[in-house]
């Protein structure tokens, strides 16, 4: 078979998208973390362990795309005067997730005080519990968790810190002054008396078969104008025809195309100051398409970062 990442001109630099890899996030505009995995359970482990290696990995037919258009942005990745990093994965240790948690959080604390913005590549979807609570000196800020599943379970076999619980945590936080679901569909874990404490700590809930009728509009008009936003988004948000990769995979899921037409709503109207890519589950992708479709919506995220410092965020 023919090289196609070759005749594309694959690079075989360690970094996503080719970018430097270095130690420190000073002199970046944003900074690429990798993170195997948080709090796994027992049950399952580091399930998404190798997410982050294989993301880059979807992104090797592009580095050495600095100067390539991308045609979701209608431009190269990233405009003139902004640079950026990959730090690397974490030195995370299923075995410890409580030290897990405090890197991750230190890290992220690292590149917002380095004046950039974290892309975290994960690894389970208990990472952005640790990336949400550093920002805590940055509050109020607003989560728009695009996900399956709404993540409200208290504790699941007496862990409260794990993947199912992400969102009520968050909620716990109180930086945290609002909170929007997107793509919610299907069954989960959840239970009934999750989803009226969610409906009740006053979440804005936007379905998938929403998406699919009407768009992303309410989702972005549920965004204030001005504020500051993190965006958590697990992989299986995406419908499995485009993202096989997770453990999870639910029909009728967002669109890669109504993905963007969110994010860049949302950055249209607000400051993205984090963003995560989490859930991908490498041993369940199909010929590499989960980890293609994850380093383009990678890519694509950071460029619409990228626009936002160059327009003055």
């Not at 890197?103 to 690292?110: E, K, R, S, Y």
């Not at 989560?143 to 699941?156: C, G, S, T």
């Not at 009934?192 to 972005?220: H, K, L, Q």
């Amino acid at each position: 078979m023919a090289d196609m990442a070759q005749m594309l001109g694959a690079g075989d630099a360690d970094g996503f998208l080719g970018w430097p890899v270095v130690e420190t996030a000073q002199g970046s505009g944003i900074a690429v973390i990798g993170v195997d995995c948080a709090t796994p359970y027992a049950s399952v482990g580091p399930h998404c362990a190798g997410g982050p290696a294989a993301i880059r990995d979807g992104a090797r037919t592009f580095c050495d795309g600095a100067d390539r258009m991308n045609f979701d942005l209608d431009g190269p990745v990233l405009p003139t005067g902004v640079r950026g990093v990959d730090l690397g994965d974490l030195a995370v240790d299923p075995a410890d997730p409580e030290g897990n948690r405090a890197l991750i959080q230190a890290a992220v604390a690292d590149v917002r005080a380095a004046g950039a913005v974290p892309i975290v590549l994960g690894g389970d979807d208990s990472i952005p519990i640790p990336m949400l609570a550093a920002l805590a000196p940055e509050g109020p800020i607003t989560v728009l968790q695009v996900d399956a599943h709404i993540d409200w379970r208290d504790e699941v076999d007496g862990e409260r810190w794990g993947l199912s619980s992400t969102m009520r945590r968050a909620s716990e936080m109180g930086h945290v002054e609002r909170i929007v679901q997107a793509g919610i569909r299907g069954m989960g874990s959840a239970r009934s008396g999750d989803y009226a404490d969610a409906c009740a700590w006053g979440v804005t809930f936007v379905t998938g078969r929403e998406i699919a009728r009407d768009g992303v509009a309410r989702a972005i008009e549920a965004m204030p104008k001005g504020s500051r936003v993190a965006i958590a988004f697990d992989c299986d948000a995406l419908d499995p025809s485009e993202m096989p990769a997770v453990i999870g995979r639910t029909a009728g899921g967002v669109r890669y195309s109504q993905a963007l037409d969110l994010i860049e709503g949302v950055a249209a109207k607000a400051e993205i100051v984090a963003f995560d890519l989490v859930e991908f589950m490498p041993q369940r992708d199909v010929d590499g398409i989960g980890g293609m479709t994850a380093a383009q919506l990678a890519a694509a995220v950071a460029g619409i970062i990228a626009r936002q410092r160059v327009a003055g965020h």
